[in-house]
């Protein structure tokens, strides 16, 4: 048993002690670095370091939480906590941590990712393949980051692990021209097969052919949302998965279950796999985290779960737990069985758009919103990028979007890139049926 | 100062000042947080912590590194500022960065409480919020979802250069956010509500909690029950301090910052359609004559209250837009340097593991001359966007959208009926240029900025009169 897990069982055993019904807590040592870069240049590079332990404690379905840092005060702080629990209020929702015993993954953060002394290096790449692309004028800017994190959790309730977990991420924008844009990611858990100059490319290529944009023309056009749009998309859908949406109404899903929510080519999953960048083996109760299928064959199968909530549904945890919330890990959207190329030949009057950001709802509940295209804006005609676009807006509907999935690409990219293609999401190219553009006048 | 180890902060400027380095500064800063979240009148969880730590940023060869810990020991800051210095030199910079010019100085500033927050015990918070719910749900309104978090944040700082500044401070602040679900028929309406201010619990008393939200709720009612859609085309638009600020914030504060026009942000936030040798720059007229947009930290008890940046630096108003001209940029001391002038104090983070970056503060349209009355006496046929509900803003700040959540169709000068969702989508060349009338009482509302990667959500206000917009497209 590690020291880490040691040090943190100590906090669940003075809790108990206490008095308290069930504790949890969860410590992360986490070395996370950064280098964010504009104009080609690097900007800044930054390097944090996090101790923390995450204390969360039930007294008679009261439910209290606080944070420990780099194990100081510990007893203090838990008394507190406990003193906490006795003045606030029952929670009759509350259904307990979860129970039982766990075998986890082995996980382990990748060697090379925990040696790497220099990462700039990899912004470089990026920037020259993103250069040679657009053009030797052309601007980039972006961030590369690198996480490493160590995490020891034990609940009460008999859950106890460890999980060693590691992340490297690139994001670049490359400007051709003042309004022609690209944008690239690469992201993975380990730094075998990480391309960074494989994102510089994609954003280059994009940019260089983005350019001279003109105005966008209102109206319903099939679109092909490239992997990094539907990124953000999954990242849409999928967080209204999650049971806690759906209870304050924040999800198109709400008494949906069992029913058609999207077309029959769509299977769309939560999978915190050892590949992603948010790979991890259990969830914040200590329940082994694992693959759920959310929507199959365009079917709701389940939400996503906490013991809690779990209970209220009258179903098992599907751990993604968030003691408050539970949320996604890593989305998956099934691949296709078209090509790429085949997928852009479906379209005889159509968009392709590379990217998105800014969604804002006007009612979660019925899925009306807009999201704001950014980068490549290309029309398509009979198969072929004709033009460049600019100045466009999507303005439509969630489910709707849904149901109008009409093919997905053999191909899928691991996405992830700030907090618009959020969680991280492993997506096809997407084409969709009569989606809703508009423009400012 | 609780929470702080100002040795190891001054031991950690030392030990980085005997590096070859052009500037140095440390920024240390512990915060006490009690939050409260609540669903459907179920207290969640409640949840209290501090956290403390401290950051180096180091600005060697034209590179800047910056490395945080928490961990207070003299070890531990060795090791950052190593890390930092190192971080600087790898950056290999060929535009060199520099700092704008400041003087040293030595400052101690809090916002005062009238009501002292640590003295709010968690029962009276859990109380008030319980109250509000029970209040709330029992109007005869079917409101079928409620979120609410609460939480209030006691922050210190302790702040250290090489120049010789030394600035410590205290801030309290108080936020909410209240997210409800009306239904009626079947049709669900849904409204958002933040909170913010800097002070004591005397927030309470100004914020009228439970009265606003059964505002709102009465709102989403009417609107399901009542609201007529709009019939598309030209036509005048009122819009209320609600929406008007929304507008300052996206499409004037936004834009305004020098990072952002300079291109630091490109690949996160975007860049501005101002920029060096563009169409829009300094002094270019971007809105009628009776537009003028603020920025101003010294709002007292704002969300956004400071009285020095986290570079040290005095805050003071920014006139943005001044009578329809762009007249200043927000700056932090890296921009200002690129543009050969001092920081106006815009330097802004939200913690001590994250870069300070530019930010916003309290932006808000000037008052005008205008009774309200006066507005919409001269409208024929127009809408009153009172409030907002969905809105966006494209990432060079020009093609905005916002959607209303209450509004009223106008005619010869009077309220007909509520309208459903109808919808502005626009430049903000022409949005601010359409304005002809700009009432004489400001209001302010909380809100929550999102910008550097990662995200730092900065408290700050949007506000303005009722401003009125000439013959634009309503949707």
Request: charged share 30%; aromatic share 10%.
């Amino acid at each position: 048993m590690s020291e880490l897990l040691v040090r943190t069982e100590e906090i669940v055993k003075r809790s108990k002690a206490l008095g308290a019904d069930e504790v949890i807590a969860k410590t992360t040592f986490g070395r996370y670095r950064q280098t964010r870069f504009s104009n080609n240049q690097i900007d800044i590079s930054v390097a944090w370091n996090d101790y923390v332990t995450d204390v969360v404690l039930a007294w008679k379905k009261r439910v209290v939480g606080t944070q420990i840092r780099n194990f100081q005060n510990v007893d203090q702080t838990v008394k507190r906590l406990f003193e906490l629990s006795k003045v606030s209020k029952e929670n009759p929702m509350y259904g307990g941590f979860a129970k039982g015993k766990f075998r986890y993954h082995k996980s382990k953060a990748d060697e090379a990712l925990v040696n790497l002394d220099n990462p700039v290096e990899y912004v470089f790449d990026a920037v020259e393949a993103a250069k040679k692309e657009a053009g030797p004028d052309s601007e980039t800017g972006g961030i590369l980051l690198t996480s490493l994190s160590d995490i020891c959790l034990v609940s009460s309730e008999g859950p106890m692990g460890e999980d060693h977990r590691s992340a490297i991420e690139l994001s670049i924008r490359a400007f051709s021209q003042r309004e022609a844009s690209g944008h690239g990611v690469e992201c993975g858990s380990a730094l075998k097969g990480f391309d960074a100059a494989r994102a510089g490319r994609k954003a280059g290529e994009i940019a260089k052919q983005a350019k001279d944009p003109k105005a966008g023309v209102e109206g319903r056009y099939d679109v092909i949302f490239d992997p990094l749009f539907g990124g953000s998309l999954l990242g849409m859908w999928g967080s209204m998965t999650s049971a806690y949406s759906v209870m304050i109404q924040m999800s198109i899903f709400v008494d949906k279950l069992g029913q058609r929510v999207a077309s029959d080519n769509v299977t769309l999953r939560d999978s915190p796999a050892p590949y992603s960048v948010a790979n991890r083996v259990f969830d914040d109760e200590g329940v082994p985290a694992k693959e759920n299928v959310l929507i199959r064959k365009g079917l709701l199968k389940t939400y996503l779960h906490n013991t809690s909530t779990a209970r209220i549904f009258k179903t098992e945890t599907t751990g993604n737990a968030g003691i408050i919330s539970p949320t996604p890990w890593n989305l998956e959207m099934d691949s296709g069985d078209m090509s790429r190329e085949e997928l852009f030949s479906e379209v005889k009057h159509g968009l392709y758009l590379t990217n998105t950001w800014y969604t804002r709802f006007q009612n979660y509940a019925t899925g009306d919103f807009s999201t704001i295209p950014r980068d490549g804006i290309f029309l398509i005609e009979e198969g072929e990028i004709k033009e460049s676009w600019k100045d466009i807006r999507l303005s439509d509907n969630a489910l709707k979007m849904l149901n109008n999935i009409i093919g997905l690409s053999k191909e899928r990219q691991h996405v992830h890139w700030w907090s618009e293609a959020d969680p991280p999401s492993l997506v096809p190219y997407i084409l969709m049926k009569d989606v809703r553009i508009t423009r400012p006048r | 100062m609780k929470g702080l180890n100002k040795d190891v902060a001054d031991f950690a400027l030392k030990y980085a000042s005997g590096k070859k380095v052009e500037y140095a500064e440390v920024r240390a800063h512990s915060e006490k947080t009690d939050s409260l979240m609540m669903k459907n009148g179920v207290l969640d969880a409640y949840v209290s912590a501090v956290d403390s730590g401290f950051c180096v940023r180091i600005l060697a060869e034209g590179g800047i590194g910056f490395a945080s810990t928490n961990k207070w020991t003299k070890d531990e800051a060795k090791v950052i500022v190593d890390i930092a210095y190192k971080y600087a030199k790898m950056a290999k910079r060929k535009d060199k960065i520099v700092f704008a010019e400041e003087k040293s100085l030595k400052a101690n500033w809090k916002v005062d409480e009238k009501k002292r927050v640590e003295n709010v015990s968690p029962e009276t918070r859990i109380e008030t919020w319980m109250e509000m719910d029970k209040a709330l749900v029992s109007q005869g309104i079917n409101v079928a979802a409620r979120m609410f978090s609460f939480g209030t944040s006691l922050t210190e700082k302790y702040f250290v250069n090489t120049e010789g500044s030394v600035i410590s401070s205290y801030v309290p602040r108080i936020g909410a956010y209240a997210f409800i679900t009306v239904v009626q028929n079947g049709k669900p309406e849904q409204s958002y509500k933040q909170f913010g201010y800097a002070g004591g619990w005397e927030a309470l008393d100004r914020w009228k909690l439970t009265e606003e939200m059964i505002k709102e709720a009465k709102v989403l009612q009417k609107v399901i029950k009542e609201a007529k859609a709009i019939k598309p085309g030209k036509m005048d638009l009122v819009c209320g301090s609600e929406v008007a600020g929304i507008a300052a914030h996206e499409s004037c504060g936004h834009p305004m910052e020098a990072d952002r026009i300079l291109g630091r942000e490109m690949s996160q936030a975007g860049r501005s359609f101002i920029y060096p040798n563009g169409s829009f720059w300094l002094e270019t007229k971007i809105g009628s004559s009776v537009v003028t947009i603020v920025d101003d930290p010294t709002v007292k008890n704002s969300y956004g209250y400071y009285e020095y940046d986290d570079e040290g630096i005095k805050a003071r108003p920014r006139y943005l837009y001044k009578n329809g001209v762009i007249n200043e940029f927000l700056h932090n001391r890296e921009t200002a340097a690129k543009l050969d002038i001092r920081s106006n104090g815009a330097s802004r983070a939200i913690n001590y593991d994250r870069e300070a970056i530019v930010r916003m503060a309290n932006t808000f349209v000037q008052p005008g001359d205008m009774n309200e009355e006066e507005i919409f006496e001269d409208v024929k046929q127009g809408v009153y966007m009172k409030s907002f509900t969905e809105w966006n803003i494209d990432d060079k700040r020009f093609n905005q959208r916002y959607v209303g959540r209450e509004a009223y169709w106008i005619e010869d000068g009077e309220l007909k009926h509520p309208l459903a969702r109808p919808v502005i989508e626009t430049t903000t060349q022409n949005f601010w240029s359409s304005v002809d009338a700009v009432s004489k009482k400001v209001e302010y509302d909380a809100a929550t900025c999102g910008k550097g990667d990662p995200q730092q959500g900065m408290p700050v206000y949007t506000g303005g009169p009722i401003i009125r917009l000439r013959g634009v497209h309503v949707k």
